[in-house]
């Protein structure tokens, strides 16, 4: 009997789908040696994808250095799989220029001074991002080995179904095999279905289409929220107001296409500030947000006393304490006093040991009273008033959440000087020597961050928690730590003292005004409103596979094979809008029940959503992520290949004999 050789198709050929790859060859001499199929189905380039691709403006950056972005899955990745070491970004563009990293090809000369211009601590282009992919995603499939065959499928997939006896493809059964329609109009049969879409967008909600609409009918311009290079801004005139909503990393983004994509530079006076020289063809924006402030920058000092390691509160330990304890877990009173108390142990810890003029007594004594308090005891605040002199050196998180809160603007300009004050406060303490407390705060953070997938179960958490952890902790994380380079936000100052960028405040509202045609917008704590044809919603849209604008999500829903994620909360049932998958990214039905052979990760699924690259040596989850999912499926594959073997051919095989 000659058995079918298995198949995996990846519907999405970005970064995620790569690293899966790299997992399979790691682990498939343990669990499946036989031979394979894998079809890779991306209409861009596969690696980098649709939001890393090469064709962006050359003046978009990563939000992280060249030594904070690999690949690999190292030797401080805690997962089943063998770990394989390989070069980050930084290594990788410097073995480019040596000759020592090979299959690149020919690269223009823009993008050799690019590598030649490369520091560890730069922050590269998207465009030098996307050939870093695109090679590791070459890697990944050569060390697949030369029994799997990668097909690249330069199209969209728009469908699956199960493959059935009325097809007349599979011998008159249904063989548990999937049929993934391409948009074309050919098909794929696999008998697992990968869904690693990346980034998704969503068709706009019925606030946002009825701005769209208004727009229209009054001869404005409505952007609604969109992966920000994708949108065509050509209709915004030189001169022209635009009010934006939104001052996250799709702000940054925004700012960079309407002036240096408009031909505008920034020269750096002997003071090192920043001078904006216009173009002639840029706007004027008038920005807002519910903060009021665009995200923190990232941070140029080094520790200068002792590192925290790893968590010390948010550990595997307690969280089993907690889960013995209580049957469902809620966020704000059993999980963040132990992620606020992690934060800040590190912070002190830093000033203490790093900086000790600006403390009172000694660390030691300082960490056991604080190790003996909870975070929400009086006591702490007590402990810290008494250790740090200076109020400004306090950590406060809420006050880092809320940073206006409580502020009253009497006009435009005291918006204008409080904004700006904040924003060069944060750049002080971000980028100065003096304040590496700031890094031991960003650090703290990011490990529980990391780590709160793997050590919290989503089923134990109740509904209001899952909503705070993938709502306001994942938006207070990226706030303090996934902001852009410290330079973009020196460029925005430049920009707000040239005239060209205005701040509304915090709480930010617009609404349309029918009368008049055109959008107004205004802040709650401050009596300035100012009106527009021109409104930029600045934000990647929500997830939503109901409403989502790629065809292959709409039809699992719509063909009743994948549903959102519903929560039952006091309010009511609520819908986070993201597919609901099991902890093993299989796909569930509308009543819970895994999808053979369906899997799905990304940010738009109810999983943890962990990035598709991370830091090198941080254990991280992206990585671990891949290896279990890679595992999930060639244990499925082995599975299946082993059910379609009649039981004398199984005698005495081993895996790889078993196809």
Not at 378 to 393: C, H, I, N, Q, Y
Request: proline fraction near 7%.
């Amino acid at each position: 009997m000659t058995s079918r050789v298995p198949a995996i198709a990846f519907i999405g050929g970005g970064p995620r789908t790569a690293g899966v790859l790299e997992r399979l060859a790691a682990n498939r001499p343990s669990l499946f040696g036989g031979p394979l199929h894998v079809h890779v189905i991306e209409p861009h380039q596969p690696g980098s994808g649709r939001i890393w691709r090469y064709d962006q403006s050359p003046g978009l950056l990563l939000n992280s250095t060249a030594a904070d972005v690999t690949m690999f899955t190292d030797g401080s990745v805690v997962c089943d799989g063998p770990a394989v070491d390989g070069p980050g970004l930084s290594t990788w563009a410097a073995g480019v220029l040596d000759g020592s990293i090979r299959d690149v090809p020919v690269l223009e000369p823009h993008m050799l001074e690019q590598l030649r211009a490369l520091t560890p601590a730069s922050f590269p282009t998207r465009q030098l991002q996307s050939k870093y992919l695109e090679w590791f995603f070459r890697r990944a499939v050569s060390a697949l080995g030369t029994d799997v065959t990668v097909t690249v499928h330069r199209d969209t997939a728009t469908a699956v179904s199960p493959a059935s006896a009325s097809s007349g493809t599979h011998d008159g059964h249904d063989d548990g095999t999937h049929r993934i329609r391409l948009a074309p109009g050919a098909e794929v049969v696999a008998d697992v279905v990968v869904y690693a879409l990346g980034h998704t967008d969503s068709l706009p909600d019925d606030e946002s289409a009825g701005l769209s609409d208004f727009a229209a009918r009054h001869g404005g311009f409505h952007a609604p929220p969109s992966y920000t290079t994708d949108v065509d801004y050509s209709a915004i005139g030189a001169g022209q107001d635009v009010i934006v909503s939104g001052m996250g990393l799709a702000f940054v983004d925004l700012l960079v296409l309407l002036f240096e994509g408009r031909g505008s530079r920034f020269e750096e006076g002997h003071d090192g500030e920043l001078t904006y020289l216009p173009s002639g063809a840029e706007p004027r924006v008038w920005a807002g947000s519910r903060r009021g402030v665009p995200y923190h920058s990232k941070i140029s000092s080094t520790l200068r006393g002792e590192p925290a390691d790893r968590p010390r509160y948010f550990t595997a330990s307690a969280i089993e304490s907690l889960l013995g304890s209580h049957s469902e877990l809620d966020f704000r009173a059993h999980l963040w006093p132990l992620i606020a108390k992690d934060a800040g142990y590190a912070y002190y810890r830093e000033l203490f040991t790093g900086h000790p003029s600006r403390v009172r007594g000694t660390w030691a004594s300082f960490e056991a009273r604080f190790d003996a308090l909870d975070w929400y005891s009086p006591g702490r605040e007590d402990l810290v008033a008494a250790s740090v002199p200076d109020p400004a050196s306090w950590l406060d998180l809420e006050r880092l959440d809320h940073p206006l809160s409580g502020c009253a603007f009497a006009d435009h300009g005291a918006v204008q000087r409080s904004v700006s004050a904040y924003i060069q406060r944060d750049l002080d303490l971000r980028t100065s020597p003096e304040h590496s407390e700031t890094l031991a705060l960003f650090t703290a953070l990011l490990f529980v961050y990391m780590d709160l997938g793997r050590l919290v179960p989503q089923e134990r958490l109740n509904a209001r928690s899952q909503q705070a952890i993938h709502g306001w902790w994942h938006g207070f994380f990226s706030f303090v730590d996934s902001g852009p380079p410290a330079h973009r936000l020196r460029e925005m100052l430049a920009l707000q003292r040239a005239g060209f960028l205005k701040f509304l405040g915090p709480g930010v509202w617009v609404r349309a005004d029918e009368s008049a045609g055109r959008f107004v917008a205004g802040s709650f704590q401050s009596p300035v409103v100012v009106d527009a044809a021109a409104y930029i919603e600045a934000r990647l849209p929500s997830a939503s596979v109901e409403r989502s604008a790629n065809p292959a999500l709409t039809d699992l829903h719509d063909a009743g094979r994948g549903t959102e994620q519903r929560l039952l909360t006091s309010e009511g049932t609520h819908s986070t809008g993201k597919l609901l998958v099991s902890g093993n990214h299989e796909v569930l039905s509308p009543v819970g029940t895994p999808q053979k052979g369906l899997f799905a990760v990304g940010p738009w699924t109810s999983g943890w959503g962990a990035g598709a690259f991370a830091r090198p040596n941080t254990n991280a989850a992206p990585f671990r992520e891949n290896d279990a999912l890679a595992r999930r499926i060639l244990s499925t594959i082995a599975a299946g290949a082993a059910s379609r073997v009649p039981a004398t051919q199984l005698r005495g095989a081993t895996t790889k004999g078993l196809i």
